[in-house]
């Protein structure tokens, strides 16, 4: 396994010890995944343990061409990477949504501030983790309530996609990266990058930040060898 745990997604919070811990939904349940100086910990804290969350491994000698020089020569200092995957395509989406138009640092305040208003909160090792609202809490969701936690911009792209979601979601999930990338920019406001959602196997979903600019990717921990 490798020793280098990137936490680009905006779930992550840090901790003045150094541990990092985010939520993550998978088709069973609601899970907790820390890394301390002890190592990765994963706990199911709603509904079952039957999908469990999986990381991905990324080799720096197969980065796509697409990869900026700056970051492709800083991850072939780290090595082989590892990665939380997302098995939650809702959730892939509403990262890039939020994602569109504004700053690395401005777009992971808003997504926290987003799940943890209007999703659901979990206990984490060290206070509340929270997971992005469902498509239909999104729907639910009145003008003023995006507004209020600074996503009035992308109030329109998310209503668009949370509908388009909740119609397709099933051939979504069975259709390989590219046929989901075309099926994705029908959405309105739903542009090439931010449809671009690498399948990663077993219905595991991420999204191409490292394609992006290095802003986006931090190399936060050193697991313990």
Request: aromatic share 8%.
């Amino acid at each position: 396994m490798s020793n280098v745990l990137t936490t680009d997604h905006p779930a992550w919070q840090a901790y003045e010890d150094g541990t990092r811990a985010r939520a993550v939904r998978t088709a069973s349940g609601i899970w907790t995944v820390c890394h301390d100086r002890y190592g990765l910990h994963m706990v199911c804290v709603d509904g079952t343990e039957d999908v469990k969350p999986e990381f991905l491994a990324t080799d720096p000698a197969h980065l796509p061409p697409a990869a900026p020089a700056a970051l492709r020569q800083g991850l072939a200092e780290l090595g082989v990477t590892q990665r939380l995957a997302s098995p939650w395509l809702w959730d892939a989406i509403t990262t890039a949504i939020l994602r569109q138009v504004v700053r690395a640092d401005q777009a992971r305040k808003l997504y926290r501030a987003w799940c943890s208003t209007y999703g659901t909160t979990v206990e984490g090792p060290q206070g509340e983790l929270a997971v992005a609202p469902m498509p239909d809490a999104v729907l639910d969701l009145p003008d003023e309530q995006f507004a209020a936690v600074g996503a009035k911009f992308h109030r329109t792209a998310l209503l668009a996609a949370a509908e388009e979601y909740r119609r397709h979601q099933r051939d979504w999930e069975h259709m390989n990266a590219s046929t989901l990338a075309v099926a994705l920019t029908r959405i309105p406001r739903i542009g090439p990058w931010t449809c671009i959602i690498r399948n990663a196997g077993a219905k595991l979903f991420r999204l191409p930040l490292l394609l992006r600019q290095g802003t986006d990717l931090q190399i936060a921990r050193q697991i313990s060898t």
